[in-house]
């Protein structure tokens, strides 16, 4: 595809005072769900900015599905999906991290920036690298500012509806 | 197939210069089969449109719609209604299917969003392969099966030329020389005297010459059903 990049506007600065990123996460079932689930139970501390949508598996997604998080309000997405060469659907997981390159050379046409979506593999046993990668992943954007889609700081809610909107869309 | 390719997002975005609303039209035919201009792709491109738009502050009503084909009437008038209610139609349809669509729809302007590239092959998952040259002559016969006006850099009927190095191409190492894959080919079938018969210069009158080409079928053409019915 011919594609070209236009710089991604940098909001770092304009940020208004207590931003907040709105996080959609896009997990597996058989891994990062039940990995952030163990999180739970675990006691352990995360970010609350992340929004878990759960797919049966990575390979599930779309390009159309981060565009569309984006679309309603994300500042952040990521894509969390089981270890290489661990996938339950065989190589899911090793689609979804074309994808998620795809895409991010999408948003870099866009100009919103490929960094502001990620993939993650974990095992549904570590809770704690679920929480590791939403801190991280929140930590990121809050570096990077809030998505230049909007001035407002995002509307976690609206995000997560346009995030399941994108996986209806793709799914018609 | 016809294999597509999407212009840049600023090309495009530039071409919708001064539109307010846009009818986004894919394709479900051999753009939807190369990833170039399917449904989803409409999606993906529609979304990238209203990001933009957002982006910069303009006012952008965005539409979608896909059809089976763009180069068939019956297909192409279903774009009709929602393409009149706005100020473009952005065709992700091949360079035919934009055309069709001027011709058809006639009053509403049809922009394209893809580069045509060639007719190919799906050579590999995600790869798409120039075969043909649509050269209006097929001379394949003469070559067992491959095509030099396609495959060859130089499209040269008589080939290799010099240039032909360890089965690569002088052109770009990373292309085959066609003429090395037609001598072993012709060798694998016992017919390498076939190689020794020159092949005549090519009739080009059939293919790029004398304007566009038409081709037609008596047996489908449309009955006169005025007389049909004296
Ligand atoms: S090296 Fe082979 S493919 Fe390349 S121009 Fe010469 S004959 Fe054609």
Known sequence: MMSDEREAIDTSETAPAGFEPVIVAFCCQYCAYAAADLAGSMRLQYSPNVRVVRLLCTGKTDPIFFLKAFEGGADGVFVAGCMEGNCHFVEGNLRAKQRVQHAKGLLDEVGIGGGRLEMYNMSAGEGAKFAAAADEMTERIRSLGPSPLRPEPGDAEAALQAALDGVEVAQA | ?230
């Open chain 2, 1 to 230: 197939m016809i294999v597509a390719e999407r212009k840049p997002l600023d090309e495009i975005q530039q071409s919708l210069e001064g539109c307010k609303s846009v009818l986004v039209a894919g394709c479900g035919t051999c753009v939807t089969v190369c990833m170039a201009g399917g449904e989803k792709e409409v999606g993906v491109l529609a979304s990238m449109l209203r990001m933009r738009a957002k982006m910069d502050g303009t006012e952008l009503d965005i539409r979608e719609a896909t059809v089976q084909r763009q180069c068939d009437r019956e297909y192409v008038e279903q774009l009709a209604e929602l393409g009149e209610e706005c100020d473009a139609i952005l065709s992700m349809g091949c360079g035919v299917g934009v055309n069709y669509a001027t011709e058809v729809l006639k009053t509403v302007r049809v922009i394209p969003a893809l580069n045509t590239r060639f007719y190919g092959a799906n050579v590999d998952e995600g790869v798409w392969s120039e075969r043909c040259g649509g050269c209006g002559e097929c001379i394949v016969a003469s070559t067992e099966g491959i095509c030099p006006i396609a495959r060859c850099s130089k499209s040269i009927l008589n080939g290799p030329c010099g240039g032909s190095q360890d089965g690569t191409c002088e052109v770009d190492p990373e292309i085959a020389c066609v003429w090395q894959l037609i001598y072993d080919r012709m060798d694998s079938l016992g017919r390498l005297d076939k190689l020794e018969e020159i092949l005549a210069p090519k009739d080009w009158s059939k293919g790029r010459d004398g304007g566009p080409g038409t081709t037609s079928r008596e047996d489908a053409a449309a009955i006169d059903r005025g007389e049909a019915s004296e």
